[in-house]
Nanobody
Framework: QVQLVESGGGLVQAGGSLRLSCAASGRTFSTYAVGWFRRAPGKEREFVARMWRNGLTYYTDSVKGRFTISRDNAKNTVYLQMNSLKPEDTAVYYC?????????????WGQGTQVTVSS
């Protein structure tokens, strides 16, 4: 069983920055693929970013150059640095873990943290 707990959400003006954190339980965190997703009001959940266990990353087009996913395996934590935020980034953000490390089948999810970007 893996538990994921997000934090760091909040209200920010357009153009501002936030850093989300996701603390994970589990002794083999370094072998997981980790990802961030979001769900905007009235929309389906969408992929934002993923990091494989080898450190490679991938982003959805709308956040490339603005968001950065990173991880600290010593702290069992994954981060999402969000810069140049836009009102359309407003959503509940979720972290997820793929225990097989492939970044395809997400086994565990956090409870989500709200990000609101005002114009």
């Amino acid at each position: 069983q893996v538990q994921l707990v997000e934090s760091g959400g909040g209200l920010v003006q357009a153009g501002g920055s936030l850093r989300l954190s996701c603390a994970a339980s589990g002794r083999t965190f370094s072998t997981y693929a980790v990802g961030w997703f979001r769900r905007a009001p009235g929309k389906e959940r969408e992929f934002v970013a993923r990091m494989w266990r080898n450190g490679l990353t991938y982003y959805t087009d709308s956040v490339k150059g603005r968001f950065t996913i990173s991880r600290d395996n010593a702290k069992n934590t994954v981060y999402l640095q969000m810069n140049s935020l836009k009102p359309e980034d407003t959503a509940v953000y979720y972290c997820a873990a793929d225990l097989k490390g492939l970044g395809v089948n997400w086994d565990y999810w956090g409870q989500g943290t709200q990000v609101t970007v005002s114009s």
